[in-house]
């Protein structure tokens, strides 16, 4: 507590200091703003920017503090006009809850603001706008912004949990024993010369073997622990526009551009099984055994569809393989391409043992706890009224009567 208002009794030196000879000038209660014939007072102003500063916040100087006081006013209208009320009873817990985060009572907190300058009633205001808006959020959006079972099932299967995703372009060199100093040479050259997102597209249209040679190598994103351990280790030394190091995953090189990252995106859990089938075709990575592949793909749409071909054609036992199995278990270079696909869709870029192997993506698997589940929903929940309320406080803006 000793340290808590020590703090407070500094910032609120330096706050005076920065805010004291504008707003000393200026008549307290005069008006800063209007907003739809409501006044914000300098005072109110002083006050928010005070608060603001000894909480450590953004938005501790004038014209920070101003803009926040518009957008309340505007929340509380909307809220208001919609029937929107608060207790006595809720504002105290409200109150409660947020002088909780520093581990003290609402009376030891107001004491504490007190000694920096700041009146109760601007604690107050601040928990009372923020309850209202979110409690006029809720009601107006809640209905349509709530995920189903079924979306949630899906989000849990792609990924649930706070992680990082990549937006990659790629270009992958088959390896054979035969070729394999000639591509190793010819990966490295590229590594060494690329500089540009341009360049690399046009070696990937001239160089690649993977399915996505013809967009220039472009991949859609992909979460990072869905991808093989030796290509998420190079990719997050890159920033973005850098090119990997060549990675050597037996089968194929891989070469790596990073076009962008996001670092709050939802990675799988830890259960996740990934439902795939290879089919072999005879012949390795001969023209005629790609001409074959590319036949066996217009005929298939789905991972069940091979149990058709695999008999109409007469396939020898052992053709067609289908397995679940945990990501973790899956080897680097079959995971790499797994990664990449959709449920229904197929690489034809790996081959070993003298075989071409045909592999489909059959599904993804999550056993996710209930915890898990209500968790996720409630991620879900959160992020679209962020967006439904942010949207709308943009619409209450552009409809406003503001003067400054």
Same mark, same amino acid.
Request: glycine share 8%; net charge negative; proline share 5%.
């Given at each position: ?178 070729? $394999? !100093?000639?591509?190793?040479?010819? *990966?490295?050259? %590229?590594?060494?010369?690329?500089? =540009?997102?341009?360049?690399? &597209?046009? /070696? ?65 859990? $830890? !259960?996740?099984?990934?439902?795939? *089938?290879?089919? %072999?075709?005879?012949?390795?990575? =001969?023209?005629?055994?790609? &001409?074959? /592949? ?111």
């Amino acid at each position: 507590m000793n340290g808590f208002l020590a703090t407070l009794g500094l910032a609120a030196m330096l706050l005076t200091g920065a805010l004291g000879a504008p707003v000393a000038a200026q008549q307290p209660f005069a008006a800063a703003a209007t907003v739809n014939g409501q006044a914000i007072t300098n005072f109110q102003v002083q006050q928010r920017a005070l608060f603001f500063g000894l909480l450590r916040a953004p938005g501790a100087d004038t014209e920070s503090a101003t803009q926040a006081l518009i957008d309340e006013t505007l929340q509380n209208q909307a809220a208001r006009a919609a029937g929107i009320a608060l207790t006595e009873e809720e504002l105290d817990e409200g109150m409660v809850e947020f002088a909780g985060r520093a581990n003290l009572s609402p009376d030891q907190f107001i004491a504490a603001l007190a000694q920096g300058g700041v009146e109760p009633e601007t604690f107050r205001d601040f928990v009372r706008n923020g309850m209202l808006w979110r409690s006029y959020v809720q009601q107006r959006f809640g209905p349509v912004s709530r995920p189903s079972d079924a979306e949630i099932d899906r989000k849990l299967a792609r990924g649930g949990a706070p992680g990082v995703r990549v937006l990659l372009s790629e270009i992958a060199l088959p390896l054979t024993p035969e070729t $394999a !100093g000639e591509v190793q040479a010819l *990966a490295q050259r %590229l590594s060494d010369t690329i500089t =540009t997102q341009a360049g690399f &597209e046009a /070696a990937a249209r001239q160089y690649s073997r993977s399915n996505t040679a013809q967009r220039g190598g472009r991949l859609d994103w992909l979460n990072l622990s869905n991808m093989a351990p030796p290509i998420a280790e190079q990719v997050l030394t890159l920033a973005p526009g850098q090119v990997s190091d060549p990675v050597n995953l037996g089968s194929f090189i891989g070469l790596f551009i990073l076009r962008d990252l996001d670092e709050n995106a939802p990675t799988p859990p $830890a !259960g996740l099984s990934i439902d795939y *089938a290879e089919y %072999l075709i005879p012949g390795g990575r =001969t023209p005629q055994a790609l &001409e074959q /592949a590319g036949r066996l793909r217009a005929r298939v749409d789905a991972c069940d569809d091979l149990y058709g071909v695999a008999r109409e054609d007469r396939a020898p036992e052992g053709t067609l393989r289908r397995e679940t199995r945990p990501v973790s278990e899956i080897p680097a270079d079959l995971r790499q391409e797994l990664a990449k696909l959709d449920a229904g869709e197929a690489s034809m870029l790996l081959a070993g043992n003298g075989y071409l192997r045909f592999v489909m993506l059959c599904g993804r698997d999550a056993n996710a706890s209930e915890d898990a589940f209500r968790t996720l929903g409630q991620q879900l929940l959160n992020q679209r009224l962020t967006s439904y309320s942010d949207g709308y406080l943009e619409e209450l803006r552009a409809d406003a009567v503001i003067t400054r």
